[in-house]
């Protein structure tokens, strides 16, 4: 992959390259997370400093805890993290990997 290239691992919509997060997805995607049932669910960092990550559903105002870090779009597995300078990075998950 050209270092200059980079794409979003669901639409395949060009991303900032970050060679951290090779399978990651952008923020249009983000919003079409959901629990293995269909429901929406959003993730956020735990501390002011941008760090820790923890779901939530979506709509809930923060009160109703998703307590998976693993997310679907269309019946693909994706993984939720903090990101190493704060933030949250969603990755694909290989077929290969829980």
């Known amino acids: 992959m050209d270092k200059s290239t980079q794409y979003c691992a669901n639409c395949e919509q060009p991303v900032r390259f970050f060679e951290r997060y090779p399978n990651y997805i952008c923020q249009d995607c983000k919003n079409l997370l959901t629990d293995e049932q269909g429901r929406k669910v959003v993730f956020y960092n735990t501390h002011p400093l941008g760090t820790g990550c923890q779901g939530y559903y979506r ?40």
């Open 59 to 98: 709509g809930s105002d923060l009160k109703e805890l998703y307590p998976s870090e693993y997310c679907f779009i269309e019946g693909h597995k994706y993984r939720a993290q903090e990101a190493r300078f704060g933030g949250i990075v969603v990755e694909k998950v290989a077929n290969n990997q829980s």
